[in-house]
């Protein structure tokens, strides 16, 4: 990729309208962190400007494989796709917010303190991607306020290469800020521009980009950073109020020309799909909140859920809600995911909530365009199912929360579970964990799963007997589905693709 500093150019009419889009990014409160796989002269724009040093945090080139896959966290589905995009502009945002932390807390060192504290991590806690929550930080020192100028990159590319490509050139770019999240589609008319002038129009449609969600920020700052401040630190929010969960979505063809027209050619459009989160949600991703309650469309916020003792506390509103908790990415929801419901209420007594983690053990933090894709998906395929949704990727942290409720897992996420060379220092400490989540009276009822033509069933599982007493099985004969959340992303991937062929 070259990367070369903007210069006036006869033959480039956006040159005057790109430096002053700049020097306006320069002269506003935004901070930026740009990770990239095409339209890489974006970075020689923004450098060519004085005073960028004061609004670009970082930049970085995730061109091999290996080094897209370390930044996000994750192999992803497939390199060039709208997901990939949205997984680096938030590993892109939580970037600038350790980097604003290790600015906040004076740090010498370029890895804040708070961020060591894994001590089973192969590689330093700045290069994970999970947002920190806020309460990681040191008190009275940092509010959600600090990162309302914090604008993070993501843009992954198919270009002009020196081989044939198959498929449609095409630009994905998405831009991750406090409480949005904005999503751009170009497709490229093939075989009309040269990979220099491919690679300017993505670096223009990048600045139109964070230009887009600047302005969308600017307009809700300030409406709401005294807000967030109040609702995080005082809870001045009602519990008993119910919220919509995203303020506004949109998918629909836009046009990036209000200060830096974009040369298209016929037939080309931007695409653009934004999903801007209401406060309890923003709360929920920057830690403020532990968990919120969604149903079919609205959210109530829990300030108090610390301290919900237990299912059977007859002062707990949300009793009927925490009996059975589904936990999942649902990504997207499937037949499989219905028919465990179906079984386990039978099977229980009770109703059956799901329950997403908007962080992940071993996944990329969720963005706000996928949460609400998610969500719209549930209701759409069981309308009414109540949904939790917390910042709790570990079984040992549900079950602080959800005490006394069962979880519904499938065979292959309790083998995950007992994983002790992926996820635990030793067994002593897997032990500590089942001993945590036995202290607090839950239990695991287990679904067989079929994987690589074999069934795994709690009964197969090679654990430890400790973790085998707290659970319950569902038995093979009664359910037993080889149907893959992956592989039906991957399907729908592939059918996108071979429509721009």
Not at 26 to 33: A, D, H, Q, T, W
Not at 358 to 383: C, G, Q, T
Not at 420 to 428: G, L, T
Not at 457 to 469: A, V
């Amino acid at each position: 990729m070259t990367i070369s500093h903007s210069s006036p150019q006869p033959d480039d009419p956006n040159y005057a309208a790109r430096i002053a889009l700049i020097q306006s990014l320069n002269n506003s409160k935004s901070l930026i962190v740009l990770a990239l796989t095409g339209g890489g002269q974006v970075i020689g724009d923004l450098l060519s400007v004085p005073g960028t040093s004061g609004t670009l945090l970082e930049a970085t080139v995730t061109y091999s494989p290996e080094s897209m896959c370390n930044y996000i966290g994750c192999v992803p589905d497939q390199y060039c796709c709208r997901q990939t995009a949205c997984y680096m502009a938030t590993a892109a945002f939580n970037r600038a917010i350790k980097i604003i932390l290790s600015r906040k807390n004076n740090q010498t060192s370029v890895i804040p303190s708070v961020l060591l504290d894994c001590p089973n991590s192969n590689k330093s806690q700045f290069d994970r991607v999970e947002i920190l929550p806020q309460n990681s930080a040191p008190q009275n020192q940092t509010t959600l306020d600090d990162f309302s100028n914090l604008i993070g990159v993501g843009c992954t590319a198919s270009l002009v290469t020196n081989r044939e490509k198959a498929g449609r050139h095409r630009v994905y770019v998405t831009v991750q800020t406090l409480v949005g999240t904005f999503a751009f589609y170009l497709k490229l008319n093939k075989g009309e521009r040269s990979r220099v002038e491919e690679d300017s129009l993505v670096a223009d449609l990048i600045l139109s980009a964070i230009e887009v969600a600047r302005n969308d920020l600017e307009l809700r700052r300030r409406d709401w950073a005294d807000d967030f401040v109040l609702n995080s630190e005082h809870g001045k929010t009602p519990e008993d109020k119910l919220f919509d969960a995203f303020e506004c979505n949109s998918n629909e063809t836009v046009k990036l020309d209000m200060k830096l027209p974009l040369p298209l050619k016929s037939g080309e459009l931007v695409e653009s799909l934004s999903v801007v989160a209401t406060h309890p949600i923003v709360d929920l991703f920057f830690g403020k909140s532990k968990a919120v309650l969604w149903y079919r469309g609205k959210i109530r916020r829990l300030n108090h859920i610390d301290s919900i003792e237990s299912k059977k506390d007859p002062f707990n509103r949300y009793a009927e809600f925490m009996q059975a908790i589904f936990p999942g990415s649902f990504s997207p929801v499937h037949s499989g995911h219905l028919e465990m419901i179906e079984i386990a209420e039978k099977r229980l007594g009770c109703k059956v909530a799901m329950e997403i983690s908007i962080s992940n053990a071993d996944k990329p933090m969720v963005d706000y365009i996928e949460l609400w894709s998610r969500l719209r998906e549930i209701e759409h395929v069981r309308p009414g199912q109540i949904v939790w949704l917390t910042q709790t990727p570990l079984f040992e942290e549900k079950s602080e929360i959800f005490r006394g409720a069962t979880f519904i897992i499938g065979a292959d996420t309790l083998k995950r579970f007992a994983d002790v060379q992926r996820f635990y220092r030793n067994i002593h400490h897997l032990h500590d964990v089942i001993r945590v989540i036995s202290y607090n009276d839950c239990r695991f009822l287990v679904f067989a799963r079929e994987c690589e033509n074999a069934i795994e069933s709690l009964s197969s599982l090679n654990i430890p007997d400790m973790l085998r007493s707290i659970c319950d099985e569902v038995q093979a004969s009664d359910f037993t589905k080889n149907i893959s959340s992956t592989i039906i992303r991957q399907n729908k991937l592939n059918e996108v693709t071979n429509s721009c062929d």
